[in-house]
């Protein structure tokens, strides 16, 4: 049973606004969240993560939000560039193990 | 990443016969991980390593064994390959358990495929 999700296969955002990401988790033993960016034929590579005693991390235009009580977590990339064109991974923390959600495929248009 | 690759980069099997991947990493890290990718499942952890001969089954381990003789080389072998371990293989390094905190390194996978 998938204990992170992502909701949203696909998202298309103009260039310049802002994009958001959101997954949702059930565990809530989870106490490290990460997000991942992936382009075709590479590994994922990390872009920012936040522990559960927070509930915000910002890394230049790279936000991240938690919300405990609701099991959420969303990225927010602003302003959205082309290059930000990729799939992205949530993925929750407990102990060794990291549980990755699906993933959404972010597309900014020029 | 050059720090860590992974081989082959791609592969064609028969159903029944036994694979090996290989991945090399050159950055001293202490955890290794096995990761398999599939469609609607996300990246799911299959065994993973916190030292030389050191190692534990994760999510998805079934079918599957692991190897560490050395620091720098984390093997993943199928013993006997099936269409449903079709995928894509990622290894990833971590220097230690921060990585949960600093994200893990991945390689740029191995695309499996058994028929």
């Known amino acids: 049973d998938q204990q992170v999700k992502q909701n949203s296969p696909s998202l298309s955002v103009q260039e310049g606004r802002i994009s958001i990401l959101n997954c949702d988790y059930t565990?809530?033993?989870?106490?490290?969240f990460l997000w991942y960016k992936k382009y075709p034929a590479e590994g994922p590579t990390f872009l920012i993560s936040?522990?559960?005693?927070?509930d915000k991390n910002e890394d230049g235009r790279f936000t991240v939000f938690l919300n405990k009580s609701a099991k959420h977590l969303s990225l927010h990339i602003v302003p959205s560039q082309p290059g930000d064109s990729a799939v992205y991974f949530c993925?929750?923390?407990?102990?060794?193990?990291?549980?990755f959600g699906t993933g959404t495929s972010l597309t900014v248009i020029p | 990443d050059a720090g860590i690759t992974q081989s082959p980069r791609h592969k064609v099997t028969e159903t029944g016969t036994p694979v090996t991947l290989r991945c090399h990493q050159t950055?001293?890290?202490?955890?290794m991980y096995w990761y398999r990718q599939d469609p609607g499942h996300g990246l799911r952890l299959i065994h993973y390593?916190?030292?030389?001969?050191?190692?534990d089954k994760g999510e998805v381990s079934d079918g599957y064994s692991v190897s560490r003789s050395k620091t720098e080389d984390f093997l993943l072998t199928l013993e006997s390959a099936t269409s449903s371990q079709t995928s894509v293989y990622f290894c990833?390094?971590?220097?230690?358990?921060?990585?949960?905190?600093?994200?893990?390194?991945f390689g740029s996978g191995t695309r499996l495929t058994v028929v």
């Open positions: 990833a390094i971590s220097e230690s358990v921060t990585g949960r905190l600093y994200g893990y390194t």
């Open positions: 936040i522990s559960s005693i927070k």
């Open positions: 993925a929750a923390s407990t102990g060794n193990q990291f549980y």
């Open positions: 950055e001293n890290h202490r955890y």
């Open positions: 390593s916190y030292g030389v001969k050191d190692t």
């Open positions: 565990n809530s033993m989870f106490d490290y």
